[in-house]
Structure formats: C-alpha cells, structure tokens
C-alpha cells in the first residue's frame, strides 16, 4: 500500500519561509519524479514544482522562481520544498504527488501523477 504524508505546513508571516517534506512508503521512491501541487482558497489546484528521479532537472512554475526550492533525498524516501520570501496569495493547501514516470512532463497535468497525499495548510499573513 503507498503511502504519501506531507508535513511542515503552518502560519507564517509574509516574507518569512516554511520547509514542506513529503515521505513516501510503499513503492520504489527513486523510479518515479516527484510533484508538489498547491490549492489556493477558492481556486483550482495547480502545480508548483517538479523534480526527476536523479535530480537532473526540476521545473517551477514562473511565479515562484528563486523563491523556493525543490529537493529530494532518495535515501530517505523524501521530498522537499523549501519556500523563502513567502507571500499571502502562496496560502494553499500543499499536496505532494507521485509521478507515473522517472522524468517530469512537460505539462502540470494531474494525469500524470498516481499517488497524493492528503496536503498540508500554508497560511501566510500579510
């Protein structure tokens, strides 16, 4: 049975920073690319970040670029966002995703994910 579990989230003040981590149980973590997905109040969910198998390349969406950062310890079965300079509109919910292949797509496509956690709240007062 997989099992994906986010933690880190909390209530942060704007320009302040919060690391997410993600565990993963239950498949191989190394053969799949990591996602982590947010759901802004009211809004859809959309994705955030994107990390390959070996690290070898990582995607960001434009509006959070050199603000956080995307990292993963195969080791350990975990991934990470660590998140700087946060801002009110990056309250969400936080969700961290299993990817179907080793690499990430070329779209944010939930389709291409499997596996979910259930998220963790990022509040962020302004």
């Known amino acids: 049975q997989v099992q994906v579990v986010e933690s880190g989230g909390g209530l942060v003040q704007a320009g302040g920073s919060l690391r997410l981590s993600c565990t993963v149980s239950?498949?191989?973590?190394?053969?799949?690319?990591m996602g982590w997905f947010r759901r802004p109040p009211g809004k859809e969910r959309e994705g955030v970040s994107c990390?390959?198998?070996?690290?070898?390349?990582?995607v960001y969406r434009d509006s959070d670029k050199g603000r956080f950062t995307v990292s993963r310890d195969n080791a350990n079965n975990t991934l990470y966002l660590q998140m700087n300079r946060l801002k009110a509109e990056d309250t969400a919910m936080y969700y961290c995703?299993?990817?179907?292949?080793?690499?990430?797509?070329?779209?944010?496509?939930?389709?291409?994910?499997?596996?979910w956690g259930q998220g963790t709240q990022v509040t962020v007062s302004s």
């Open positions: 995703a299993t990817a179907r292949k080793v690499y990430c797509s070329d779209s944010w496509s939930e389709a291409d994910y499997d596996y």
């Open positions: 990390i390959n198998w070996n690290v070898g390349s990582i």
């Open positions: 239950g498949l191989t973590f190394d053969h799949h690319a």
